[in-house]
C-alpha cells in the first residue's frame, strides 16, 4: 500500500493557462474523489468516481473543470482558462467501494495551484 | 444540505492540557462521523469514526461520542503532546457517496 500519490505537489501557472494534476489512488480501491480546500476551509467535494464512471459533480465544478479516469485507475483533473480563484490546495481521495470501506477515505498531500 | 460545525478559531494550549474541540452536525438520516487530522506538510489522515448514536471512537489518546440527542461530535483528548499540533476536521459520510467537512480547527500545543 503506497498510499495516494498526486502529481505536482505545486503548480504556479498565470491567469488564463490550462492546467492538469493527475491522482494515483490505491491500487484496489475502485472510488476516487476530488476536492479542493483553500485557505482557512475545510475540503469541498468536487466529484467523484466510482471506477472509470463519474457518478457525481458538485455545482462547484464549473464548465472549465473536467476530471477524467479512463480506465478505472488514476485521474486527472484539469482547469481551463484558470483564474485567481482557483488557486487552492486540490486534493484526491480513494477508498473501497463496498459498504463501510466506501467510508473510508485515504487522501493524497494535494497539488497546491496558485493563478497569478 | 447535510453539514458540519465546528466551533470558531485556533486553539492553543499547553502540553498535558485537556483538549476539546466541538463539532456538530446537521444531516437528515444518520450519517457516519469522523475526525479527520491533517499534520504540517502532510495530507489528511482518518483520526477516528463512529457509525451510530452512542458509538464512541478512540485513537492516540482521542476520543468522540455520537451523540444523536445533541447533534454532536466533540473531540476530546485527556493530555495533549507538542506532536499533536495540527488541524483537525470534524466529517460527516453522507448520500452514500461523500464527506463533508467542517472548517477545521488549528490545535497548537505549546511545551
Known amino acids: 500500500d503506497t498510499g495516494v500519490s498526486q502529481d505536482p505537489r505545486h503548480k504556479i501557472t498565470k491567469r488564463g493557462q490550462n492546467v492538469t494534476f493527475r491522482c494515483d489512488p490505491i491500487s484496489e480501491h475502485n472510488r476516487l474523489y476530488w476536492y479542493r480546500q483553500t485557505l482557512g476551509q475545510g475540503p469541498e467535494f468536487l466529484t467523484y468516481f466510482q471506477n472509470e464512471a463519474q457518478l457525481e459533480k458538485s455545482r462547484l465544478l464549473s464548465d472549465r473543470f473536467s476530471a477524467e479516469r479512463p480506465k478505472g485507475s488514476f485521474s486527472t483533473l484539469e482547469i481551463q482558462r484558470t483564474e485567481q480563484g482557483d488557486s487552492a490546495m486540490y486534493l484526491c481521495a480513494s477508498s473501497l467501494g463496498l459498504f463501510e470501506g466506501r467510508e473510508k477515505l485515504f487522501f493524497g498531500s494535494g497539488t497546491q495551484l496558485s493563478v497569478l | 444540505g447535510d453539514s458540519v460545525t465546528q466551533m470558531e478559531g485556533p486553539v492553543t494550549l499547553s502540553e498535558e492540557a485537556f483538549l476539546t474541540i466541538n463539532c456538530t452536525y446537521t444531516a437528515t438520516g444518520y450519517p457516519s462521523l469522523f475526525w479527520y487530522v491533517q499534520y504540517p506538510g502532510e495530507g489528511l489522515q482518518l483520526l477516528l469514526k463512529?457509525?451510530?448514536?452512542?458509538d464512541k471512537g478512540s485513537n492516540k489518546g482521542f476520543e468522540a461520542t455520537y451523540r444523536k440527542e445533541t447533534t454532536s461530535f466533540h473531540l476530546e483528548k485527556g493530555s495533549v503532546q507538542v506532536s499533536d499540533s495540527a488541524v483537525y476536521f470534524c466529517a460527516l459520510f453522507y448520500g452514500n457517496n461523500r464527506l463533508a467537512f467542517g472548517k477545521g480547527n488549528q490545535v497548537v500545543v505549546i511545551p
Open positions: 463512529a457509525t451510530k448514536a452512542d
